[in-house]
């Protein structure tokens, strides 16, 4: 089963819970974690923040996708 979990706003302490919610689901299997762009970052210094982010979690933040951008 696919499970897929949409937030922003990391930053702000209430978002430790969804954090922690985001980890019990992905449990012990290997999780996929992408990252939506809300709008154009092409030297992806957004990206880079949450993939710094996403490692005190131990998570790799490996997807990258430009809504405004044609992607495969």
Not at 14 to 33: E, H, K, P, S
Not at 49 to 62: I, N, S, T
Request: no cysteine; proline share 1%.
């Amino acid at each position: 089963m696919r499970q897929l979990v949409l937030y922003s706003d990391q930053v702000i302490a209430a978002n430790q819970q969804v954090d922690w919610y985001l980890l019990q689901l992905l449990g012990t299997i290997t999780a996929r974690i992408g990252y939506i762009s809300s709008s154009s970052d092409p030297k992806r210094q957004y990206f880079t923040v949450k993939q710094q982010y996403y490692q005190q979690y131990d998570l790799e933040l490996a997807f990258y996708v430009e809504l405004d951008v044609a992607n495969n």
